[in-house]
């Protein structure tokens, strides 16, 4: 038997830490927390993601009584952007919450394993590395890639 370790590389930042398209791409998903629609579970969850055209598209998590028929905020934002702008590749996600409280949450959270999946569909599309944001009250992890949320990806039939 052969054992593999399977390590990510995860830059634990402040806002003071961001660059200027980062601040703004972390804003942007903060304030799509706002914009949630997520009357069951109460977490509203917001995403921004950055297009190598400069562009900024944002989407936040949508439910549905008829579950699973809602949406996570990542994968509204990104199948929005890849709808709005076919040709443009994605460069940067981030990703923020709110909890049932109503409040930021204190540790950043990930995005859920479909998302995750197709997060790295664009990533592949983009044939480059997406950077992703996960957004908490007083910090922010940076991973320079979405394969980086699913190292053992599924990427082809």
Do not use: W
């Not at 598209?57 to 994968?75: D, H, K, M, Y």
């Not at 923020?96 to 394993?113: F, H, K, V, W, Y």
């Amino acid at each position: 038997m052969k054992k593999r370790e399977i390590k990510i590389e995860v830059e634990q930042l402040t806002l003071d830490d961001l660059n200027e398209s980062e601040f703004e791409l972390v804003k942007c998903a903060k304030s799509q927390t706002y914009k949630s629609y997520a009357p069951y579970s109460k977490f509203n969850v917001g995403a921004a993601i950055l297009l190598d055209n400069g562009e900024i598209v944002c989407g936040s998590n949508q439910e549905n009584v008829a579950f699973p028929s809602g949406l996570c905020a990542e994968r509204t934002a990104a199948f929005y952007a890849h709808s709005k702008f076919p040709d443009a590749k994605f460069r940067t996600i981030a990703i923020a919450a709110r909890g049932t409280d109503g409040m930021p949450l204190p540790e950043p959270i990930s995005p859920c394993g479909a998302c995750r999946q197709s997060l790295l569909q664009y990533e592949l599309l983009a044939e480059s590395p997406v950077a992703v944001l996960l957004v908490g009250k007083d910090y922010i992890y940076r991973l320079p890639s979405v394969s980086s949320l699913l190292p053992l990806a599924f990427t082809s039939l």
